[in-house]
Structure formats: C-alpha cells, structure tokens
Nanobody
Framework: QVQLVESGGGLVQAGGSLRLSCAAS????????MAWYRQAPGKQRELVAA???????NYADSVKGRFTIYRDNAKNTVYLQMNSLKPEDTAVYYC?????????WGKGTLVTVSS
C-alpha cells in the first residue's frame, strides 16, 4: 500500500501562485510516474501534469507555461508549482502515483482562484 498526502492548496487571487506538495509513504518500491490531476465542480477529473522518475514531464495544454511539476525522489515527494493562476484553475487537485501497475490517489487539496 502507498499513502499519498497532499498539501498547499488554498485561496489565491487571479495572477497569483501556489505550490502543491504530495508526499508518498508506505510500501514504496517503484513509484512511476507521479502526477497531478484536478476536478472542477461538474467536470470530469483531468490530468494536469505528470513526471517520471527520470524527470520526463508532460502537461495539459491549459497549464503549459504556467505550471511546473517536479519531484524529489529521495523524499518520494512531487510538487506542482502553479503560477499565473486563473479562475478556471479552481478545482480539487489530486496526487496520483503508480506502483507495480496499481494506481494510488490522495484525498485532494482544494485550490480556489478568485477573479
């Protein structure tokens, strides 16, 4: 079992920044990739960004150039630096990792961007 705990959400004005963190613990042998998803009210959960243990990244088109995902493998932690936030970024952000073909999810952290 892998446990994921997110932190860093909150209320921010449009144009502001937040950094989300997700720490993995438990039976960690090979966690790859680590990713952030988000789910806005009334919408489906969507991939925001993902990063492999080797540092390869991919982003949703809507966040390219504004968000940066990176991980600290020694700490089993993944971060999401969010800049130039927009009201449409408002959502619950979830951390996800995969280990031996099993997906694990955190409970989510709420990000609210006011206009």
């Amino acid at each position: 079992q892998v446990q994921l705990v997110e932190s860093g959400g909150g209320l921010v004005q449009a144009g502001g920044s937040l950094r989300l963190s997700c720490a993995a613990s438990g039976s960690i042998f090979s966690i790859n990739p680590m990713a952030w998803y988000r789910q806005a009210p009334g919408k489906q959960r969507e991939l925001v960004a993902a990063v492999t243990s080797g540092g390869s990244t991919n982003y949703a088109d809507s966040v390219k150039g504004r968000f940066t995902i990176y991980r600290d493998n020694a700490k089993n932690t993944v971060y999401l630096q969010m800049n130039s936030l927009k009201p449409e970024d408002t959502a619950v952000y979830y951390c996800k990792c995969s280990s031996f073909n099993v997906d694990y999810w955190g409970k989510g952290t709420l990000v609210t961007v006011s206009s």
